[in-house]
């Protein structure tokens, strides 16, 4: 992952942001694809502890603005339905699933 990522960020391919609460980390996200059309969200976590104070919601935003800045559309990867109901909140709207392979003993 780490390789990746480095390769993604050394050729802006993508972007990571934190936030932190004095020198503690306590907010993530990142646009880990650009698409002609679109730049996709992903991977937007906080620590536990620090739920409920905006952290994710500014991250977002500043990764939405980041997107719309390069005239492109900011769409995300969400994991899980609790999730879904928090990212409509912030104005995206479910737009499709995605599929996974069962385990085929491959």
Request: hydrophobic share 45%; glycine share 14%; with cysteine.
């Amino acid at each position: 992952w780490y390789v990746w990522a480095s390769h993604l960020f050394r050729h802006e391919l993508g972007m990571a942001v934190g936030m932190y609460a004095g020198s503690h980390l306590v907010a993530t996200g990142g646009v880990y694809a650009w698409g002609e059309r679109c730049g996709v969200i992903a991977s937007v976590a906080t620590d536990p502890a620090f739920r409920h104070y905006g952290y994710a919601s500014a991250i977002v935003h500043h990764l939405c603005n980041c997107i719309l800045e390069k005239g492109r559309t900011p769409v995300l990867l969400c994991a899980g339905e609790a999730l879904a109901v928090y990212f409509e909140q912030l104005g995206f709207q479910v737009y499709g699933r995605w599929g996974k392979i069962k385990n085929t003993g491959l």
